[in-house]
């Protein structure tokens, strides 16, 4: 099984337990990943910020795990906090969507 994980900077570090756990039990796991520094060998490059994801990359992806959060603080929700948490949640959930939708992978909806 072939599981494709991407995250934002707030969801990196449960990203990254999720990755070793799932290759721990002998998953295959494509990294989503934003920089060519972070490239490794069966990741994924895409970017939110440039709604890029090559739906034939995740040709032979089984599921696809979108972990994804602008961090909730304390203080005044202003509404251009607001459209922020938001948008940290809709944009790379649509991106990953329409890539699935797409491409071959015979999926639905996002995981």
């Known amino acids: 099984m072939r599981i494709a994980i991407g995250s934002d900077h ?4 449960l990203k990254t ?16 990943v934003r920089s060519e ?6 990741d994924i490059m895409w970017s939110v910020d440039d709604q890029r994801l090559d739906p034939d990359d995740l040709v032979g992806t089984d599921a696809v795990v979108h972990i994804a959060s602008e961090p909730i603080r ?3 929700f202003t509404p251009e906090y607001r459209h922020a948490l938001m ?3 809709t944009e790379g959930t649509r991106l990953v969507a329409e890539a699935m939708a797409y491409g071959d992978m015979g999926l639905a909806l996002p995981l």
């Open 74 to 76: 304390d203080g005044n």
């Open 17 to 32: 337990h999720l990755v070793d756990h799932l290759r721990a039990d002998g998953l295959t796991v494509a990294r989503l």
């Open 10 to 13: 707030a969801g990196y570090e």
């Open 87 to 89: 948008s940290s949640r």
């Open 37 to 42: 520094a972070d490239l490794r060998e069966g």
